[in-house]
């Protein structure tokens, strides 16, 4: 894409109504914008981002066997009154009356919808397990939304729902699940503490979250240094760890995901039984999977910043790559740059290239703030001398290379940060 024809409205100083690291990031680099509290667009730089985190979270879920729906926004109460959560999320559940005065809610979560749909559509062994998800947004009435896209009232959700015979089936979900998350938020460049957790409204027996830390993060964990076993931090317990007993450390955390062994809490309620190969009838035994992912974007931009701006990593990136010609009106320099975007499109890879006639502190700037991986510089002495000048966001790394050999020296040098990392 060439920057002239893109929509990314940089911004020199943080809004005042932003709070969190992520949040003056989000907003200065052009990623997203505040409609009303709690409510954001997302900008091109940010849906490609939101798109990233996507794709990767599909791969994953579609490795597990999980297939993919989309479930109605629109919800009607009267399934909420059968589980008694309209009573638990009353307080923020965004309700109203339809022209027929049918009771609607805007889905804060979609356990009953989904446990409806399978109701409807299985009702043998044989046709168990199941694991369906989504990616869909989500609406909830926060008392006080916070710090950008980590607690908003309208955000985007990946919500996954198991469904088992029995105990040793939602087992074995859950720990392909479990897994699954795992290798999500390792791709998505996330450092994790993973922590067994209160299950709340949710309800079952067992649940864990998946928290990273952050300075700005609401919840805190635990974390033994010793052993490096995490749990919910609890002012009024004792530090030592209960595995090992060694010294313990406070975290701030972020919660981006948090799993459920619901059992059959939804399932009795809404009558979503099968019979089994005795023809006896019992009710689907359910496991529960949410990824909080808008929210993700500022938990990678927590973890992932300097003093210049978001430093991305390479798979959640807008774009591999920025190529910075700092003359503009030089035909040699502008050639060159056309010639590496080019090569560097060809390989599949998303780049950027900074067409404006601006002065060079302004670009390199810019680019710092946005945070793409690559930065590729183009001079006239870089022309006369037939090379440009190749920059990794993380860290700082320098090199000079010929423009024909940009992509190779990209990969030499992303894989010896893989192999450093």
Request: hydrophobic share 40%; net charge neutral; charged share 25%.
């Amino acid at each position: 894409m060439y920057w002239s024809k893109g929509f990314i409205p940089t911004l020199k100083e943080s809004p005042q109504e932003a709070e969190s690291v992520s949040h003056k990031l989000l907003l200065r680099s052009g990623m997203a914008r505040m409609l009303m509290s709690g409510v954001y667009s997302y900008l091109p730089l940010g849906l490609r981002v939101l798109e990233n985190i996507k794709k990767i979270i599909r791969e994953e879920m579609n490795s597990c066997g999980a297939n993919e729906l989309l479930l109605p926004a629109l919800q009607p109460l009267e399934l909420w009154q059968k589980t008694g959560r309209d009573k638990d999320l009353g307080q923020v559940m965004f309700g109203f009356k339809d022209r027929r005065g049918r009771s609607i809610c805007l889905g804060p979560t979609h356990e009953e919808v989904v446990t409806d749909l399978v109701r409807g559509q299985v009702s043998s062994y044989r046709q168990l397990p199941v694991i369906l998800y989504q990616i869909q947004t989500k609406f909830r009435d926060e008392i006080r939304p916070r710090f950008g896209l980590i607690r908003a009232c309208e955000f985007i959700m990946k919500d996954a729902y198991s469904f088992d015979r029995d105990e040793a089936g939602l087992d074995k979900s859950y720990q392909t699940v479990f897994e699954a998350y795992k290798r999500i938020f390792s791709r998505i460049g996330l450092k994790i503490f993973i922590t067994e957790a209160d299950s709340g409204v949710m309800g079952g027996k067992v649940s864990h979250e998946f928290m990273v830390p952050s300075q700005d993060g609401e919840d805190a964990v635990s974390v033994c240094q010793g052993c490096g076993a995490a749990e919910a931090f609890k002012e009024d317990s004792a530090q030592d760890c209960r595995k090992c007993g060694g010294k313990a450390e406070k975290f701030n955390c972020i919660e981006v995901g948090h799993i459920f062994k619901l059992g059959t809490k939804y399932s009795q309620a809404i009558q979503a039984n099968f019979s089994d190969a005795k023809g006896q009838v019992s009710p689907v035994i359910m496991g529960c999977y949410g990824i909080g992912v808008s929210r993700l974007i500022s938990a990678v931009i927590e973890q992932n910043n300097d003093s210049d701006g978001i430093i991305w990593p390479f798979e959640v990136a807008p774009f591999r790559a920025v190529i910075l010609p700092l003359d503009t009106a030089n035909e040699a320099v502008m050639a060159s740059a056309h010639d590496i975007y080019n090569r560097i499109s060809a390989s599949g890879q998303e780049v950027l290239l900074d067409d404006r006639d601006e002065r060079a502190g302004i670009k390199f700037k810019d680019a710092d703030l946005m945070g793409i991986p690559w930065q590729i510089t183009i001079g006239r002495n870089c022309v006369k001398d037939g090379v440009v000048e190749l920059k990794l966001r993380a860290g700082g790394e320098k090199t000079v290379c010929r423009g024909d050999q940009v992509l190779a020296e990209m990969g030499r040098l992303a894989h010896m940060k893989n192999t450093e990392g």
